[in-house]
């Protein structure tokens, strides 16, 4: 079993920052890949970033790379997304997850997919 809690969505004007936060807790999280992904009205689920908990390598979609940063503190269990540059179009709910689903397929889930932990999703509003 997989606990996962984010916080830190808001709203923020174009080009400005967030951070979320991710806290993660459970058994065997090496056994998982642990991400992010956004779900915004009208458009597909999108696979924004994930680690995986077994060698650490970070991954991200093409849409977010050079804005986004994702980061851990493991002595908080805490997952972090840092997110520069927004734009309208990173408006959606952000959800932290973990699957054992590989790392690298992250973001080829198809949209029927269902992790198998998921956190209840912090809003992410980008607008002037």
């Known amino acids: 079993q997989v606990q996962l809690l984010e916080s830190g969505g808001g709203l923020v004007q174009p080009g400005g920052s967030l951070r979320l936060s991710c806290a993660v807790s459970g058994y065997n999280l090496n056994d998982y890949t642990v991400g992010w992904f956004r779900q915004a009205p009208g458009k597909e689920r999108e696979g924004v970033s994930c680690?995986?908990?077994?060698?650490?390598?970070?991954h991200y979609a093409e849409s977010v790379k050079g804005r986004f940063t994702f980061s851990r503190d493991n002595s908080k269990n805490l997952m972090y997304l840092q997110m520069n540059t927004l734009t309208p179009e990173d408006t959606g709910v952000y959800f932290c997850?973990?699957?054992?689903?590989?790392?690298?397929?992250?973001?080829?889930?198809?949209?029927?997919?269902?992790?198998?932990?998921r956190g209840q999703g912090t809003q992410v509003t980008v607008s002037s």
């Open positions: 680690i995986s908990m077994n060698t650490g390598i970070i």
């Open positions: 997850a973990a699957d054992r689903v590989a790392a690298g397929a992250w973001f080829e889930l198809p949209q029927s997919y269902r992790y198998d932990f």
